[in-house]
């Protein structure tokens, strides 16, 4: 009996210092100063960043905050007229800086990411910064129960938030290897970690979406990469948006 208490115990011990570690290493990333002048490489204005779906939403706000940080940036979208007015905007506001556009449809089922890996290829300096913020819902947001959603819009719901991400990353990773440090940060849900109804096949593919971001920096540390590429997986609720106004 005394070793099954003592067994016990430890096993309590264990656990609530499993869950303190998660809880510490989560909100670390949310309250630990940015280190984002790391990846300037000590140049500011010679290194680039990507940011996917950066024509509205949390993607806009990314662009903004890390011009102001002193990057380039090169937006990814699917309009180009839209984008083309973003880059004259942006570059009468940041007239030291450059900006570029690449146009796919992250929605495809064959999105264009050799259109991605060429405009990295181009760019007059390294890439350093890839985010993976592209995703949410197809146009005509369908929240019907999953067998009263339409094939093209589950596929488009899929392509959007799980394929195009996987397929950038895989195909960017060893520019951001050779230009290290770098940073990958995916932009996941917590839609993702709540199961919720009306929004099942999406909340499945923001759940392997925060597995993939752990994962691959687990698979980071095993390849002894964890300082040259930083992978960073970061959960978001509801935010205003070109698709969520309210």
Known sequence: MEYM????????????????????????????PTKLHRYHHERPGSTWTLVTGGSDGIGRAFVDNLLAQGFNVLIHGRNETKL????????????????RTVISDASSTQPDIIALTNAVASLPGPLTVLINNVGGTPP?????????QSTTYLDALINMNLRF?????????????????ALIMNIGSVAGQLPMPYVTTY?????????????LKA?????????RVEVLGILVSKVISASTRQ
């Open 5 to 32: 208490q003592t067994a016990i115990k430890c096993l309590g011990v264990g656990t609530i210092t499993y869950l303190a570690y998660t809880l510490i290493d989560g909100l670390s990333t949310y309250v630990v």
């Open 84 to 99: 083309s007015r973003i880059q004259d905007e942006l570059s009468a506001q940041y007239p030291h800086l450059l900006i």
């Open 140 to 148: 005509g947001t369908d929240f019907s129960p999953v067998e009263a």
């Open 165 to 181: 991400p996987t397929q950038v990353t895989r195909a960017l990773l060893p520019v951001l290897k050779t230009s290290s440090p």
């Open 203 to 215: 909340g499945a593919c923001k759940s392997f979406n925060n597995h993939f971001s752990a994962a």
């Open 219 to 227: 698979e980071m540390r095993a390849e002894g990469l964890a300082d």
